[in-house]
């Protein structure tokens, strides 16, 4: 994300207590995955794209967030991106709980 003009604050939690941070912003199962930031009033879950994190400021939709599970190989920090990345999905997550599609990748 500091590649991409994001500030950074690093935090090491212990297991249990990211597990309280991600269900206290509105994360259910299904929607969590290893990493877990918060920026201008949203939440940025795992591997999302500073690509898809920018256009969330610019749009601000009435989300809780970014969400990319499961560490997919080829997105940011998960290996190169090209012919063996996996395809995934960025996930908008409601304030309801429900998500949405907010971009594919590849």
């Given at each position: ?44 879950e795992c ?10 400021l610019a ?48």
């Open positions: 994300m500091e590649e991409n003009g994001f500030d950074a604050e690093l935090k090491n939690l212990p297991m249990a207590d990211l597990m309280q941070v991600k269900i206290g912003a509105g994360l259910k199962p299904g929607q969590t995955s290893c990493h877990t930031g918060r920026i201008e009033g949203y939440v940025i591997h999302v794209p500073a690509r898809e994190v920018k256009r969330l749009e601000r939709p009435n989300a809780i967030g970014l969400t990319v599970p499961d560490m997919p190989y080829g997105s940011p920090g998960m290996g190169e991106a090209g012919p063996d990345a996996d395809p995934y999905d960025v996930l908008l997550v409601r304030r309801d709980g429900t998500t949405e599609v907010y971009a594919r990748y590849p």
